[in-house]
Protein backbone atom coordinates (compact mmCIF):
# COMPACT_ATOMS: atom_id res chain seq x y z
CA UNK A 1 0.00 0.00 0.00
CA UNK A 2 1.18 3.25 -0.85
CA UNK A 3 1.86 6.70 1.54
CA UNK A 4 1.39 10.06 -0.06
CA UNK A 5 2.43 13.17 1.83
CA UNK A 6 -0.73 14.99 0.13
CA UNK A 7 -4.51 13.32 -0.41
CA UNK A 8 -4.36 14.88 -4.00
CA UNK A 9 -1.74 14.00 -6.53
CA UNK A 10 -1.11 17.12 -8.85
CA UNK A 11 -0.09 17.05 -12.04
CA UNK A 12 3.77 17.69 -12.81
CA UNK A 13 4.22 21.63 -13.03
CA UNK A 14 8.01 21.52 -12.93
CA UNK A 15 10.92 19.67 -13.98
CA UNK A 16 11.47 17.20 -10.98
CA UNK A 17 15.20 19.29 -9.89
CA UNK A 18 13.04 22.09 -8.84
CA UNK A 19 10.81 20.12 -6.24
CA UNK A 20 12.00 20.20 -2.94
CA UNK A 21 13.00 16.46 -2.14
CA UNK A 22 10.88 16.43 1.23
CA UNK A 23 7.79 17.53 -0.87
CA UNK A 24 8.01 14.98 -3.59
CA UNK A 25 9.11 11.40 -3.82
CA UNK A 26 8.96 8.55 -6.61
CA UNK A 27 7.89 4.83 -6.33
CA UNK A 28 7.68 1.92 -8.19
CA UNK A 29 4.34 -0.27 -8.33
CA UNK A 30 6.40 -2.68 -9.26
CA UNK A 31 9.20 -4.67 -8.06
CA UNK A 32 12.94 -3.84 -10.01
CA UNK A 33 11.94 -6.01 -13.99
CA UNK A 34 15.00 -7.55 -15.21
CA UNK A 35 16.22 -5.50 -18.86
CA UNK A 36 13.57 -6.64 -21.57
CA UNK A 37 14.35 -6.10 -25.05
CA UNK A 38 11.09 -3.90 -25.79
CA UNK A 39 11.28 -0.66 -24.60
CA UNK A 40 7.83 -0.06 -24.80
CA UNK A 41 6.68 -2.63 -23.28
CA UNK A 42 9.05 -2.36 -20.25
CA UNK A 43 7.54 1.31 -20.05
CA UNK A 44 4.16 0.08 -19.61
CA UNK A 45 4.60 -1.91 -17.04
CA UNK A 46 6.61 0.56 -14.67
CA UNK A 47 4.50 3.30 -13.43
CA UNK A 48 5.88 5.86 -11.43
CA UNK A 49 3.61 8.32 -8.68
CA UNK A 50 4.89 11.55 -7.39
CA UNK A 51 3.19 13.21 -5.51
CA UNK A 52 4.00 16.91 -4.16
CA UNK A 53 2.67 18.95 -1.11
CA UNK A 54 -0.72 21.19 -1.68
CA UNK A 55 1.90 24.08 -1.44
CA UNK A 56 3.94 23.75 -3.86
CA UNK A 57 3.10 25.75 -6.52
CA UNK A 58 3.21 28.70 -3.89
CA UNK A 59 6.50 27.88 -3.34
CA UNK A 60 7.08 27.88 -7.02
CA UNK A 61 5.94 31.64 -7.25
CA UNK A 62 7.79 32.43 -3.95
CA UNK A 63 11.45 31.17 -5.29
CA UNK A 64 10.46 32.88 -8.64
CA UNK A 65 9.76 35.82 -6.64
CA UNK A 66 13.17 35.49 -4.94
CA UNK A 67 14.95 34.68 -7.94
CA UNK A 68 13.72 38.00 -9.81
CA UNK A 69 14.47 39.98 -6.60
CA UNK A 70 17.93 38.85 -6.01
CA UNK A 71 18.90 38.95 -10.22
CA UNK A 72 17.57 42.81 -9.73
CA UNK A 73 19.00 44.14 -6.37
CA UNK A 74 21.38 46.24 -6.26
CA UNK A 75 24.29 47.06 -3.00
CA UNK A 76 23.41 50.39 -2.57
CA UNK A 77 25.91 52.69 -0.25
CA UNK A 78 24.11 55.52 0.79
CA UNK A 79 26.31 58.55 2.30
CA UNK A 80 24.57 60.62 4.35
CA UNK A 81 21.92 58.82 6.35
CA UNK A 82 19.78 61.94 8.01
CA UNK A 83 16.17 62.41 7.23
CA UNK A 84 16.30 62.43 3.25
CA UNK A 85 18.83 59.18 3.09
CA UNK A 86 16.55 57.43 5.47
CA UNK A 87 13.22 58.33 3.59
CA UNK A 88 15.14 56.48 0.00
CA UNK A 89 16.46 53.73 1.98
CA UNK A 90 13.29 52.27 3.48
CA UNK A 91 11.98 52.06 -0.26
CA UNK A 92 14.87 50.43 -1.34
CA UNK A 93 14.87 47.90 1.48
CA UNK A 94 11.35 47.03 0.39
CA UNK A 95 12.43 46.43 -2.91
CA UNK A 96 14.46 43.96 -2.12
CA UNK A 97 18.29 45.97 -2.44
CA UNK A 98 21.14 45.53 0.05
CA UNK A 99 21.49 48.91 1.49
CA UNK A 100 25.05 50.31 3.52
CA UNK A 101 25.27 53.94 5.19
CA UNK A 102 27.80 55.56 6.38
CA UNK A 103 26.98 59.59 7.98
CA UNK A 104 28.73 61.69 10.52
CA UNK A 105 26.11 60.65 13.10
CA UNK A 106 26.18 57.45 14.44
CA UNK A 107 22.58 55.81 13.19
CA UNK A 108 23.43 52.73 13.81
CA UNK A 109 19.76 51.79 15.91
CA UNK A 110 17.97 53.20 13.09
CA UNK A 111 19.75 51.45 10.75
CA UNK A 112 18.87 48.13 12.32
CA UNK A 113 15.25 48.88 12.38
CA UNK A 114 14.52 49.66 8.84
CA UNK A 115 17.13 46.59 7.96
CA UNK A 116 20.21 49.03 6.65
CA UNK A 117 24.08 48.03 7.95
CA UNK A 118 25.68 51.26 8.73
CA UNK A 119 29.40 51.79 9.05
CA UNK A 120 30.61 54.86 11.11
CA UNK A 121 34.01 54.66 9.08
CA UNK A 122 33.79 55.57 5.23
CA UNK A 123 36.38 53.24 4.55
CA UNK A 124 34.16 49.93 6.25
CA UNK A 125 31.52 50.96 3.86
CA UNK A 126 33.93 50.72 0.50
CA UNK A 127 35.46 48.03 1.56
CA UNK A 128 31.85 45.99 1.01
CA UNK A 129 32.14 47.25 -2.83
CA UNK A 130 28.65 48.30 -3.27
CA UNK A 131 27.89 48.59 -6.75
CA UNK A 132 26.25 51.92 -6.17
CA UNK A 133 27.13 55.22 -3.90
CA UNK A 134 24.82 57.40 -3.07
CA UNK A 135 25.29 61.19 -2.41
CA UNK A 136 22.51 62.08 -0.09
CA UNK A 137 24.60 65.16 2.12
CA UNK A 138 23.50 68.49 2.43
CA UNK A 139 24.20 70.83 -0.98
CA UNK A 140 26.76 73.13 1.83
CA UNK A 141 28.55 69.75 2.63
CA UNK A 142 28.85 67.70 -0.27
CA UNK A 143 32.36 69.19 -1.77
CA UNK A 144 33.86 68.32 1.33
CA UNK A 145 32.60 64.98 1.60
CA UNK A 146 33.66 64.21 -2.22
CA UNK A 147 37.38 65.58 -1.49
CA UNK A 148 37.71 63.54 1.68
CA UNK A 149 36.29 60.17 0.63
CA UNK A 150 38.37 56.94 -0.32
CA UNK A 151 37.76 55.93 -3.67
CA UNK A 152 40.59 53.63 -4.18
CA UNK A 153 38.87 51.00 -1.70
CA UNK A 154 36.09 50.83 -4.47
CA UNK A 155 35.36 48.89 -7.18
CA UNK A 156 36.79 50.75 -10.56
CA UNK A 157 33.51 51.27 -11.67
CA UNK A 158 31.23 52.32 -9.19
CA UNK A 159 28.05 54.10 -10.16
CA UNK A 160 27.95 57.20 -8.50
CA UNK A 161 24.74 58.85 -8.11
CA UNK A 162 23.69 61.80 -6.36
CA UNK A 163 20.22 63.34 -5.11
CA UNK A 164 20.57 67.07 -4.53
CA UNK A 165 18.45 69.98 -5.18
CA UNK A 166 20.96 71.55 -7.80
CA UNK A 167 22.28 69.65 -10.63
CA UNK A 168 25.19 71.57 -12.23
CA UNK A 169 27.46 71.84 -8.97
CA UNK A 170 27.43 68.15 -7.83
CA UNK A 171 28.29 66.83 -11.88
CA UNK A 172 31.11 69.56 -12.10
CA UNK A 173 32.07 68.13 -8.53
CA UNK A 174 31.88 64.66 -9.79
CA UNK A 175 33.64 65.26 -13.19
CA UNK A 176 36.52 67.35 -10.78
CA UNK A 177 37.00 64.40 -8.72
CA UNK A 178 35.91 61.07 -8.91
CA UNK A 179 38.28 58.75 -11.27
CA UNK A 180 37.70 58.37 -15.09
CA UNK A 181 36.47 55.32 -14.87
CA UNK A 182 33.24 55.45 -12.37
CA UNK A 183 29.94 56.30 -13.99
CA UNK A 184 28.22 59.08 -13.09
CA UNK A 185 24.16 59.87 -13.00
CA UNK A 186 22.67 62.86 -11.56
CA UNK A 187 19.71 62.90 -10.27
CA UNK A 188 16.76 64.85 -8.63
CA UNK A 189 13.48 62.89 -6.74
CA UNK A 190 11.54 66.52 -6.56
CA UNK A 191 9.78 65.24 -3.51
CA UNK A 192 10.51 64.68 -0.35
CA UNK A 193 9.81 63.07 3.49
CA UNK A 194 6.49 65.48 3.26
CA UNK A 195 5.66 64.86 -0.25
CA UNK A 196 6.01 61.94 -0.59
CA UNK A 197 5.05 60.02 2.78
CA UNK A 198 2.02 58.39 1.24
CA UNK A 199 2.98 57.80 -2.01
CA UNK A 200 5.46 58.56 -4.82
CA UNK A 201 2.74 58.10 -8.08
CA UNK A 202 3.09 60.87 -10.44
CA UNK A 203 5.88 62.55 -8.58
CA UNK A 204 8.60 63.98 -10.96
CA UNK A 205 11.97 62.25 -10.61
CA UNK A 206 14.77 64.11 -13.29
CA UNK A 207 17.85 62.62 -13.98
CA UNK A 208 20.85 63.23 -16.48
CA UNK A 209 23.15 60.18 -17.63
CA UNK A 210 26.00 62.53 -17.22
CA UNK A 211 28.93 59.34 -17.79
CA UNK A 212 27.66 56.03 -18.65
CA UNK A 213 29.72 53.28 -19.41
CA UNK A 214 28.86 51.78 -22.60
CA UNK A 215 29.35 47.65 -21.90
CA UNK A 216 26.16 45.74 -21.05
CA UNK A 217 26.71 45.58 -17.64
CA UNK A 218 27.09 49.09 -16.27
CA UNK A 219 23.99 49.88 -18.26
CA UNK A 220 22.11 47.66 -16.73
CA UNK A 221 23.08 48.73 -13.52
CA UNK A 222 21.94 52.48 -14.29
CA UNK A 223 18.64 51.39 -15.34
CA UNK A 224 18.19 49.19 -12.19
CA UNK A 225 18.64 51.99 -10.38
CA UNK A 226 16.45 54.17 -12.53
CA UNK A 227 13.92 51.23 -12.25
CA UNK A 228 13.43 51.78 -8.22
CA UNK A 229 11.59 55.24 -9.02
CA UNK A 230 9.92 53.85 -11.95
CA UNK A 231 8.57 50.85 -9.60
CA UNK A 232 7.38 53.11 -7.44
CA UNK A 233 5.27 55.21 -9.82
CA UNK A 234 7.83 58.26 -10.21
CA UNK A 235 7.13 60.69 -13.44
CA UNK A 236 10.54 59.62 -15.00
CA UNK A 237 12.12 62.98 -16.69
CA UNK A 238 15.21 62.76 -18.44
CA UNK A 239 17.19 66.43 -18.91
CA UNK A 240 20.61 67.77 -18.54
CA UNK A 241 21.77 69.31 -15.87
CA UNK A 242 21.24 72.96 -17.08
CA UNK A 243 17.67 72.55 -17.69
CA UNK A 244 17.10 71.44 -14.59
CA UNK A 245 18.78 74.44 -12.92
CA UNK A 246 17.07 76.94 -15.06
CA UNK A 247 13.60 74.95 -14.35
CA UNK A 248 14.05 74.40 -10.94
CA UNK A 249 14.75 78.19 -10.38
CA UNK A 250 11.26 79.32 -11.78
CA UNK A 251 9.59 76.67 -9.63
CA UNK A 252 11.42 75.19 -6.29
CA UNK A 253 13.39 78.12 -5.55
CA UNK A 254 10.24 80.51 -5.57
CA UNK A 255 8.45 78.22 -3.83
CA UNK A 256 10.74 78.01 -0.70
CA UNK A 257 10.89 81.71 -0.60
CA UNK A 258 7.04 82.21 -0.67
CA UNK A 259 6.39 79.51 1.91
CA UNK A 260 9.37 80.89 4.39
CA UNK A 261 7.87 84.30 4.00
CA UNK A 262 4.37 82.77 5.51
CA UNK A 263 5.76 81.09 8.01
CA UNK A 264 7.17 84.14 9.69
CA UNK A 265 4.26 85.86 8.96
CA UNK A 266 2.27 83.10 11.42
CA UNK A 267 -0.55 81.68 9.32
CA UNK A 268 -3.00 79.79 11.44
CA UNK A 269 -5.97 78.23 10.53
CA UNK A 270 -9.21 79.07 11.16
CA UNK A 271 -12.67 77.71 11.44
CA UNK A 272 -13.30 79.58 7.88
CA UNK A 273 -10.42 78.43 6.21
CA UNK A 274 -10.57 78.41 1.90
CA UNK A 275 -9.22 75.76 -0.39
CA UNK A 276 -7.16 78.79 -1.25
CA UNK A 277 -6.10 79.18 2.65
CA UNK A 278 -5.22 75.38 2.83
CA UNK A 279 -2.98 75.37 -0.12
CA UNK A 280 -0.70 77.87 1.85
CA UNK A 281 -0.88 76.13 5.06
CA UNK A 282 0.21 73.14 3.09
CA UNK A 283 2.90 75.02 1.59
CA UNK A 284 4.26 76.15 4.83
CA UNK A 285 4.56 73.10 6.40
CA UNK A 286 6.37 71.50 3.05
CA UNK A 287 8.73 74.29 3.49
CA UNK A 288 9.10 74.30 7.04
CA UNK A 289 10.35 70.69 6.78
CA UNK A 290 13.40 71.52 5.12
CA UNK A 291 16.25 72.91 6.52
CA UNK A 292 17.11 76.32 5.93
CA UNK A 293 20.77 75.21 5.01
CA UNK A 294 18.87 73.75 1.98
CA UNK A 295 17.10 77.05 1.41
CA UNK A 296 20.72 78.09 1.32
CA UNK A 297 21.87 75.71 -0.84
CA UNK A 298 19.68 76.28 -3.36
CA UNK A 299 20.37 79.92 -3.03
CA UNK A 300 23.99 79.77 -3.42
CA UNK A 301 24.44 76.66 -5.78
CA UNK A 302 21.97 77.45 -8.49
CA UNK A 303 23.07 80.37 -10.84
CA UNK A 304 19.56 81.43 -11.75
CA UNK A 305 18.53 81.57 -8.72
CA UNK A 306 19.62 85.19 -7.99
CA UNK A 307 17.44 86.32 -10.78
CA UNK A 308 14.08 84.62 -9.84
CA UNK A 309 14.75 86.42 -6.23
CA UNK A 310 15.52 90.02 -7.66
CA UNK A 311 11.89 89.04 -10.09
CA UNK A 312 9.83 87.83 -6.88
CA UNK A 313 10.91 91.67 -5.09
CA UNK A 314 10.50 93.29 -8.23
CA UNK A 315 6.99 91.93 -8.79
CA UNK A 316 6.10 92.84 -5.32
CA UNK A 317 7.14 96.15 -5.68
CA UNK A 318 4.69 96.47 -8.55
CA UNK A 319 2.07 95.35 -6.89
CA UNK A 320 2.18 97.46 -4.11
CA UNK A 321 2.56 100.46 -6.40
CA UNK A 322 -1.03 99.21 -7.85
CA UNK A 323 -2.33 99.38 -5.05
CA UNK A 324 -1.01 102.53 -3.88
CA UNK A 325 -2.19 103.91 -6.70
CA UNK A 326 -5.46 103.05 -6.57
CA UNK A 327 -5.55 104.71 -3.28
CA UNK A 328 -4.03 107.51 -4.56
CA UNK A 329 -7.44 108.45 -6.62
CA UNK A 330 -9.50 107.35 -4.14
CA UNK A 331 -7.72 110.26 -1.54
CA UNK A 332 -8.53 112.67 -4.89
CA UNK A 333 -11.52 111.95 -4.35
CA UNK A 334 -12.26 112.92 -1.17
CA UNK A 335 -10.58 115.45 -1.25
CA UNK A 336 -11.77 117.45 -4.73
CA UNK A 337 -15.52 116.18 -4.50
CA UNK A 338 -16.93 114.01 -6.90
CA UNK A 339 -15.41 111.64 -9.73
CA UNK A 340 -16.70 114.24 -12.70
CA UNK A 341 -14.92 117.12 -10.89
CA UNK A 342 -11.44 114.60 -10.67
CA UNK A 343 -12.18 114.29 -14.41
CA UNK A 344 -12.80 118.11 -15.22
CA UNK A 345 -9.61 119.28 -13.33
CA UNK A 346 -7.39 116.30 -15.37
CA UNK A 347 -9.19 117.86 -18.58
CA UNK A 348 -7.92 121.90 -17.58
CA UNK A 349 -4.84 120.30 -17.09
CA UNK A 350 -4.34 119.01 -20.38
CA UNK A 351 -5.39 121.91 -21.98
CA UNK A 352 -3.43 124.32 -19.97
CA UNK A 353 -0.26 123.32 -22.31
CA UNK A 354 -2.19 123.41 -25.65
CA UNK A 355 -3.64 126.95 -24.70
CA UNK A 356 -0.08 128.05 -24.67
CA UNK A 357 0.81 126.29 -27.64
CA UNK A 358 -1.40 128.09 -29.40
CA UNK A 359 -0.59 131.69 -27.98
CA UNK A 360 2.87 131.21 -29.25
CA UNK A 361 1.70 130.04 -32.72
CA UNK A 362 0.02 133.57 -33.52
CA UNK A 363 3.65 134.95 -33.41
CA UNK A 364 4.15 132.99 -37.27
CA UNK A 365 5.26 129.47 -37.48
CA UNK A 366 8.47 131.06 -40.08
CA UNK A 367 9.45 134.34 -37.88
CA UNK A 368 11.83 133.94 -34.90
CA UNK A 369 9.77 134.69 -31.78
CA UNK A 370 12.45 137.31 -31.06
CA UNK A 371 11.78 139.39 -34.23
CA UNK A 372 8.22 139.69 -33.03
CA UNK A 373 9.18 141.09 -30.11
CA UNK A 374 11.53 143.38 -31.45
CA UNK A 375 8.77 144.60 -34.16
CA UNK A 376 6.45 145.36 -30.80
CA UNK A 377 9.01 147.09 -29.42
CA UNK A 378 9.44 148.95 -32.03
CA UNK A 379 5.62 150.11 -33.21
CA UNK A 380 5.45 151.14 -29.34
CA UNK A 381 8.32 153.51 -29.52
CA UNK A 382 6.69 155.08 -32.77
CA UNK A 383 3.89 155.81 -31.18
CA UNK A 384 5.10 157.46 -28.45
CA UNK A 385 7.62 159.30 -31.00
CA UNK A 386 4.12 160.80 -32.81
CA UNK A 387 2.04 161.37 -29.64
CA UNK A 388 1.89 165.77 -29.22
CA UNK A 389 3.39 167.18 -26.61
CA UNK A 390 1.99 169.77 -24.32
CA UNK A 391 4.10 171.95 -22.54
CA UNK A 392 2.71 173.73 -19.13
Same mark, same amino acid.
Given at each position: ??????????????????????????????????????????????????????????????????????????????????????????????????????????????????????????????????????????????????????????????????????????????????????????????????????????????????????????????? #?? @?????? /?? &? +??????? *? !?????????????????????????????????????????????????????????????????????????????? #?? @?????? /?? &? +??????? *? !?????????????????????????????????????????????????????
Amino acid at each position: MLSFSSTQTKPSLLPPNLYPSSHSFSHSLLPPLKPHKNRTHLHLQRLTIQAIDAAQPFDYESQLKTHYQKSNALKIGIIGFGNYGQFLARSFVQQGHTVLAHSRSNYSKLAQDVGVSFFTDPNDLCEQHPEVVLLCTSIMSSEKVIKTFPFQRLLRNTLFVDVLSVKEFPRDLFLNYLPAEFDILCTHPMFGPQSGKDSWVDLPFVYDKVRIGDCGFRLNRCE #KF @LDIFAR /EG &C +RMVEMSC *A !EHDRDAAGSQFVTHPMGRVLEKFRLESSPINTKGYETLLNLVENTAGDSFELYYGLFMYNKNAMEQLERLDMAFEDLK #KE @LFGNLH /EV &C +RRQLFGS *A !ERVEALREEEDAEPQKLLSTGSQIGSNEDPRNGAQKGYENGHASLNSAPVSLR
